[in-house]
């Protein structure tokens, strides 16, 4: 399964555990999140369904450039981090 | 007796305390992150705070009379844009520019303005929001523009207090909307303002205005105050026409302004030099006041730093209690003060404090 690492700075201002989810994409990789903390939704992505402009997102090391579809597939060993972009101050 | 005021900085929300006669900051909720907006609800006794965190985006917390803490509730939030809309405005809250409460006749009713342009009202204290489409539908949505953001914004509402369906918005840069049904339609109403950074062909435009700030008086309420981007004008009719008031002494630019709640004829500005300066004249903080509609001015100076300060006041950044008498001015350098004798006299409370964004009496 696939596993969501979110940064603690998050546990500031809402739940944001870890996720093991079976997922095949991001975007479904998020969905699961969601369902265990629906706030989280408010947190990540805007409410047009896009990433926040500074959160940043790896996938196995490598950086999610697609703010929009968010249709990365992820595999059952993929490690997803999402992380604060600095670029968000 | 007015005993808490409230600080929205860049850096937290500060709580500003009267205790044994003197005013002193108290408690720090959010510190760290971006307050761009506070409100306190006198029906109520409650408290709203909207956060503009840097990365996961605007939320908004309620602190309820007598509770210890704060409770994250609802933002206002954009519907799904449609895929086939033309409008190159993105659908999504920037930031909360303004908040105000709903008639004392309507209980948890609570308007926000946002960037980039949309009104949302809530009418169970924040648990919900709704867009008010007929604004955010308006074809002359599309003249809008940025005025100090990129995008438009909405950073005046104000609610008349004999009618709670009679509302006006001001809009920097989109001029002056009233309603008379409660949202169900809009009107621009900023006739009589002019726009001096525009072709002469346009300046007359109301749609095109750049209204900073519009405040009313809570006891007279037909009396509206506009410090505007080229001038200072003021209403007799709740925004239905606009006269430039122009005996403001050291400069007619600036964003604060603030009524006397019992007074229509007396308001209170904090001037900067210019548009292109905005810096104290003279590097001289000073707040304006009339108390006679505008007919005449007084400069007052007293306990304000006379040299070498370079403090600009925000739309928000200047405040008065429902006494009449305590006013509270904060900068963007992170200066307070206060006044407890109508600007006559000023204290500094901090001269160290973050960027402030808004301040209000509770």
């Known amino acids: 399964m696939a596993t969501l690492i979110f940064t603690p700075q998050l546990a500031r201002f809402t739940a944001a555990p870890l996720v093991h989810t079976d997922a095949l994409t991001l975007r479904a990789g998020l969905e699961a999140a969601f369902l265990g ?53 | 007796m007015t005993e808490r005021a409230w600080i929205a900085s860049r850096k937290g929300l500060f709580e500003l305390l009267q205790q044994n006669g003197r005013w002193t900051l108290g408690p720090i909720a959010f510190l760290g992150e971006p307050v761009s907006m506070v409100l306190a609800d006198p029906r109520d006794g409650a408290v709203y705070a909207a956060l503009n965190l840097g990365h996961f985006g605007v939320k908004l917390h309620r602190k309820d009379a007598g509770a210890a803490q704060w409770t994250e509730i609802a933002a206002p939030a954009y519907p799904r844009k449609p895929e086939d809309c033309a409008d190159p405005v993105d659908w999504t809250v920037r930031f909360i520019w303004s908040l105000a409460c709903g008639g004392a006749d309507e209980p948890g009713v609570i308007w926000a303005g946002t960037l980039p342009g949309g009104l949302f009202r809530s009418t169970d204290r924040g648990a919900s929001w709704t867009l008010m489409h007929s604004l955010w539908d308006a074809p002359e949505r599309s003249e809008w523009f940025g005025g100090g953001y990129d995008v438009p914004g909405i950073h005046s509402i104000c609610v008349d207090p004999r009618d709670s369906r009679h509302v006006l918005v001001g809009i920097s840069c989109g001029g002056a909307w009233v309603t008379h049904d409660g949202g169900a339609s809009w009107t621009l109403s900023a006739r009589g303002m002019r726009a001096n950074y525009l072709p002469p062909e346009r300046g007359d435009d109301q749609n095109v205005q750049d209204p900073h700030r519009i405040v009313g008086a809570r006891d007279t309420p037909d009396q509206l105050w506009c410090q505007h981007h080229n001038g200072i004008w003021r209403s007799a009719n709740f925004g239905a026409d606009w006269q430039e008031v122009s005996a403001a002494p050291l400069s007619n630019f600036g964003f604060a302004v603030a009524v006397h709640p019992a007074d229509g004829n007396t308001a209170w500005f904090a001037p900067a030099l210019a548009d292109q300066t905005r810096i104290p004249t003279d590097a001289a903080l000073t707040v304006t006041r009339t108390t006679d509609g505008g007919r005449s001015f007084t400069a007052l100076r007293a306990g304000l730093p006379q040299q070498h300060c370079y403090d600009l006041v925000y739309r928000h950044g200047l405040a008065v209690a429902d006494d009449g008498r305590t006013l509270l001015m904060a900068s963007t350098t992170g200066g307070v003060w206060l006044s407890e004798n109508g600007g006559d006299s000023w204290r500094t409370i901090s001269s160290s404090m973050p960027p402030v964004y808004a301040v209000c009496f509770q």
């Open chain 1, 37 to 89: 903390n629906p706030r989280l939704r408010a947190y990540l992505l805007d409410e047009q369904g896009c990433l926040r402009p500074n959160v940043a997102i790896f996938i196995d090391g490598h950086a999610v450039r697609d703010h929009v579809r968010l249709d990365t597939p992820l595999t059952a060993h993929s490690k997803v981090h999402i992380l604060q972009a600095l670029s968000g101050g």
